[in-house]
């Protein structure tokens, strides 16, 4: 064989040598990539693993300790809630109850002022009546004290006159029985007061009696 040609043949073998030595090295890096990403996931499922064992073992231990709850103490809590929904509940009928008995009380109260409320008309028509000559005498003088002190009394107890004459008819708070020409007030308008209402704190008591503006 010549010099020639065994220098190809050396150049060939060695080229060969060198494609085979880079075939290896992709064949090691694909394996070393592939053992990368096989690790990696084997970590991810091992982590998720661990989570869920973490959280299995939470619930098995609070399962545990519901089930080692002492029996006792279970009757205790039972009795508790029981006292703490019958104290509530009679809370809840107590308020009912006073209620009740205030709703009550103002009926009550409300049907006796009303029945007051005549006297305090025929005091205002005897003083009306009195001649004028005798208003300054003793006994309309006493008279007018006594429909004072009446008036203050029902007052204090939350009774109050109801305004009417100039005012807008409210049905809520007057009782029309008649309409009237008025120069002075226009249609609508109250312009006289027959019979005078009162309220009872925020309750009407007794209806104004009144004749309305044509």
């Known amino acids: 064989m010549s010099e020639d040609k065994k220098k190809a043949s050396s150049k060939a073998k060695a080229a060969e040598e060198k494609k085979k030595e880079e075939v290896l090295e992709n064949i090691m890096e694909e394996l ?77 109260q409300s049907n006796v002022l009303e029945k007051l409320l005549p006297i305090v008309d025929n005091f205002e028509r005897g003083l009306a009546a009195v001649p004028e000559g005798e208003k300054e005498g003793a006994f309309a003088d006493g008279m007018n004290k006594i429909y004072k002190q009446l008036i203050k009394q029902l007052e204090d107890l939350g009774v109050t006159p109801i305004e009417a004459v100039g005012k807008e008819f409210d049905p809520n708070l007057h009782n029309a029985v008649m309409q009237v020409e008025s120069q002075e007030y226009e249609s609508g308008i109250v312009a006289q007061e027959l019979q005078k209402g009162y309220m009872f704190h925020d309750s009407v008591l007794r209806h104004s009696m009144v004749a309305v503006a044509q």
């Open 32 to 108: 070393e990539e592939e053992a990368k990403e096989k690790e990696a996931a084997d970590t991810s499922a091992t982590k998720e693993d661990k989570d869920d064992a973490e959280e299995k073992a939470t619930v098995e231990k609070e399962d545990k300790k519901k089930e080692k709850k002492n029996p006792l103490q279970e009757k205790i809590d039972e009795l508790n809630d029981k006292v703490l929904r019958q104290m509530a509940e009679f809370e809840n009928f107590r308020k009912r109850t006073d209620k009740e008995k205030s709703q009550q009380f103002d009926l009550g």
